[in-house]
T-cell receptor
Framework: AQRVTQPEKLLSVFKGAPVELKCNYS??????LFWYVQYSRQRLQLLLR??SRESIKGFTADLNKGETSFHLKKPFAQEEDSAMYYC??????????FGKGTRLSVIA | ETGVTQSPTHLIKTRGQQVTLRCSSQ?????VSWYQQALGQGPQFIFQ???????GRGNFPPRFSGLQFPNYSSELNVNALELDDSALYLC?????????????FGQGTRLTVV
């Protein structure tokens, strides 16, 4: 069965500190992996997807098929990064499967 | 280009009642998906509509039903409301193409069942 696990409900870091939001998945094929973000009072939006291999707002995520992980990283956290982060997977046009989310709080 | 809009933003219903939630898809998008997000949980897939036909369904009972209209807007109907149906209901639209297409989410409808 498809499953996305985000082990941390809440992650608090100081401004300027590195951030790593963990995501592990279970899937029998080769899914696409995504990170979605929801800032306060805003709608859920795509942050990045593994296939694009790009850095968005300083965030990167590397797909590790051996460890079935897709951790989100940023070297220096900013206060505006405070938000809910959801890891998700998808196969083709099938529905997105989301994790439970991690709330990132960046402390000034 | 307008984004995905949902109505209403909030509503309160009594257990046993029926509710209809509405979603206008983003311009040019012909696929609409509905998700339920309970408190402290990630969004959970309810069903998807493509060209007015249901095109996939998650693990939700038949009292959750939907429609898609020729203009690609959509409705989610829930009959015989239960307390556990209290959640944020999200609509997402996407264009259909080969492989992955990005889903664009509405702001959600917060349903409270009392």
């Amino acid at each position: 069965a498809q499953r996305v696990t985000q082990p941390e409900k809440l992650l608090s870091v100081f401004k300027g500190a590195p951030v790593e939001l963990k995501c592990n998945y279970s899937y029998s094929g080769s899914p696409e992996l995504f990170w979605y973000v929801q800032y306060s009072r805003q709608r859920l939006q795509l942050l990045l997807r593994h296939i694009s291999r790009e850095s968005i707002k300083g965030f990167t995520a590397d797909l590790n098929k051996g460890e079935t992980s897709f951790h989100l990283k940023k070297p220096f956290a900013q206060e505006e990064d405070s938000a809910m982060y959801y890891c998700a997977l998808q196969q083709g046009n099938t529905p997105l499967v989301f994790g439970k989310g991690t709330r990132l709080s960046v402390i000034a | 280009e307008t984004g995905v809009t949902q109505s209403p933003t909030h509503l309160i219903k009594t257990r046993g009642q029926q509710v209809t939630l509405r979603c206008s898809s983003q311009s040019g998008h012909n696929t609409v998906s509905w998700y339920q997000q309970a408190l402290g949980q990630g969004p959970q897939f309810i069903f998807q509509y493509y060209r007015e036909e249901e095109n996939g369904r998650g693990n939700f009972p038949p009292r959750f039903s939907g429609l898609q209209f020729p203009n690609y807007s959509s409705e989610l109907n829930v009959n015989a409301l239960e307390l556990d149906d209290s959640a944020l209901y999200l609509c997402a639209s996407s264009p259909v193409g080969g492989g992955y297409t990005e889903a664009f989410f509405g702001q959600g409808t917060r349903l409270t069942v009392v």
